[in-house]
């Protein structure tokens, strides 16, 4: 019976996260979910979650714990200097490694990227994001980079954030068409390598900085 159980919530969890990929986070009801994962009970979200909050909480939780435990294992293996290259990858090589071990067909990336902009989910996905410690903060970085004030390196880590969410929704959609033969490892570096170009980019213009408006971040 338990074991019944686990496999329909994870049917569960899978259909929506594909549907909330595809069609928005707001375009789809339960009732729909439920319907996709071959469920005949309507109520199937609230017999395995009981909320819709609770519902999209789990989701968001679903891999971030061998995300995090990779991530413990990359930062105990830095050196006594890390370098920002370093840090970042801490932070984003658990996610790339996450998306590829995903069989295809997969939607997660694109489920972030729907789920950060959708307001109903803020409360929630803040909650999720700090139960786990995953956020994607590179403040700590300010005292590597010369000129770079916290400001500007706060400012520049939302922007990161969008950056690899909105670039690995986009590769994953391509995977799942089959129009990229590329690989996740390599996005991901690329991904580094950017962001550690981005945060560590020169300042020009010391008082013009986005005002960033401080919100959960997912990597």
């Known amino acids: 019976m338990g074991q019944h159980s686990d496999r329909a919530r994870e049917a569960l969890l899978d259909a929506a996260e594909e549907l909330f990929a595809q069609h928005?986070?707001?375009?789809?009801?339960?009732?729909?979910?439920?319907?996709?994962?071959?469920?005949?009970?309507?109520?199937?979200?609230?017999?395995?979650?009981g909320t819709r909050e609770d519902l999209i909480r789990a989701m968001l939780l679903r891999h971030t714990v061998p995300m995090a435990?990779?991530?413990?294992?990359?930062?105990?293996?830095?050196?006594?200097?890390?370098?920002?290259?370093?840090?970042?990858?801490?932070?984003?090589?658990?996610?790339?490694?996450?998306?590829?071990?995903?069989?295809?067909?997969?939607?997660?990336?694109?489920?972030?990227a729907q789920i950060r902009a959708v307001p109903s989910a803020v409360a929630v996905l803040e909650e999720s994001v700090d139960a786990l410690d995953v956020g994607g903060d590179f403040r700590s970085l300010t005292a590597k980079v010369d000129g770079v004030s916290d400001a500007i390196m706060r400012a520049r880590s939302g922007i990161v954030g969008h950056l690899v969410l909105g670039v690995c929704a986009e590769y994953e959609a391509q995977m799942s068409a089959g129009t990229h033969r590329g690989s996740w490892i390599k996005v991901g570096y690329f991904l580094i390598d950017a962001a550690a170009g981005m945060l560590s980019a020169p300042v020009t213009q010391p008082g013009g900085v986005l005002d960033v408006r401080e919100r959960p971040r997912l990597i």
């Open 24 to 49: 928005g986070i707001d375009a789809v009801s339960n009732r729909s979910i439920a319907e996709h994962a071959g469920s005949a009970n309507h109520s199937a979200i609230a017999y395995h979650f």
């Open 69 to 112: 435990a990779r991530r413990e294992e990359l930062v105990a293996e830095l050196g006594a200097e890390p370098t920002v290259h370093d840090v970042i990858r801490c932070r984003l090589l658990p996610l790339v490694e996450v998306l590829d071990s995903l069989p295809r067909p997969s939607w997660r990336a694109q489920f972030l």
